[in-house]
């Protein structure tokens, strides 16, 4: 479970590892979901915590691991709801689909004072995820954390020396008012978190993260965005990093020096920890509020082993080798789905955004959750698109077919089509190519980045994806933007209806959450 596992449980009090990193736990697990007042930038606030934490830990397993994750539910504040779901974001879940997590998509909600038994398996998939809440906006309040499956034969091993529990980044944007307490769209977050750390313009020097390396060692860094809103831009002072995975799929090495990275997307670079012996800042810019490090907002400490414990004193220089989404080049089979020219595909869809002041919209409609989660209506017989709730809502895909979706971002007479751009859009079940990248107006059907989130850009931009229907069930398509997402900015695709059933096969308890959910008072929603 990463190469110096064992090691790291024999020294896990050193001090050359972080004071922040707690030891993994996992694959199987208890995930004990409860309310906390927690101090994370100098400011004190309740929270949603996982196991008493914030961000949650680290769960991690192997290529090929079964886990069995029993979610405890025993939230008590009726701000940030009682009632939770889990999602595994970017774990494909096939056979699995009630196991995906999105309340009233794949799910009923886990009642206080309940748990539940998220079991599934990871027989394909290697590299960085996370776990989050999957009901309207928890998951900004705390129910976040980090995921790991490690591959034992992972082609890209020879280049590098360390993984494990103290080369995970995580980076979240944090607010000092609950979610529902505050502005449906907030303007900025007040502050950013490096795991789990962090200061806000005009607060206390409070303590930051940090992350300890032994000079001429090399160590695969796994960068986890949890946002609930913005992008990052990511870097560290002094050092190139290079990418040698995009969510969950390994890409060719290409050396960068800086990362914007989007809500819910992840990185793995490889660090050269060969500069000299010192303290170095590590920085995490927002596209929103405050943008500079000034006082040490928006930084954590890389810190060399016989360093001073000292806050660093090096300087931001201007990036010249930022990342673009398009140097990415998958390692195996890169080539997208489909014929490789315009509309070769068996489906194309253009999805048609809009704003109405409140909530968005797409294709005219606005995702509403239904009562009765898309996949217990499919499994009680539903099957057409004209059957499934919400109306409108709901895309039926054939099986075994390569699918295109678009994503216009316009503007008229200034006004965009979406705003709060640019918008991270998350498939789940699937990893897709991004065949046209934001930024770019080239359609790369050869060897384009293949991910699970993408930023579907600014206005001029038509980003588009492509994947294969090889994963029965209803998969979940919607902007990262957890704000966007409550106002409903989301579809569902509903993959081979006639076989979900079959390839699906629920167990009583499952079928036991929705009666349990729908007898509480809404006081207990």
Known sequence: MGKLLSFVKLVSFSLFYSRVAYAAIGPVTDLTISNADITPDGFTRAAVVVNGVFPGPLIAGNKGDNFQINVIDNLTNATMLKTTTIHWHGLFQ???????GPAFVNQCPIASGNSFLYDFTVPDQAGTFWYHSHLSTQYCDGLRGPLVVYDPNDPHADLYDVDDDTTVITLSDWYHTAAKLGPAFP????????????????????DLAVISVEQGKRYRFRLVSLSCDPNFTFSIDGHNMTIIEVDGVNHQPLTVDSIQIFASQRYSFVLD???PVD??????IPNTGTVDTTGGVNSAILRYSGADEIEPTTNATTSVIPLAETDLVPLDSPAAPGDPNPGGVDLALNLDFSFNGTNFFINGDTFVPPTVPVLLQILSG???????????????????????VSFPITSTNGVTNAPGAPHPFHLHGHAFSVVRSAGSTEYNYVNPVRRDTVSTGNPGDNVTIRFTTDNPGPWFLHCHIDFHLEAGFAIVFAEDTPDTASVNSVSSAWSD???????LDPSDH
């Open 94 to 100: 096939h056979g699995t689909n009630w196991a995906d």
């Open 187 to 206: 303007p900025s977050a007040d502050s950013v978190l490096i795991n789990g750390l962090g200061r806000f313009s005009g607060g206390t020097a409070s």
């Open 273 to 275: 920890a060969s500069q």
């Open 279 to 284: 303290n170095y800042w590590i920085r995490a």
């Open 382 to 404: 539903a099957q057409s698109a004209t059957d499934l709730l919400p109306n409108g809502s709901v895309y039926v895909l054939p099986s075994n077919s390569t699918i295109e």
């Open 513 to 519: 959450l929705c009666p349990i959910y729908d007898a």
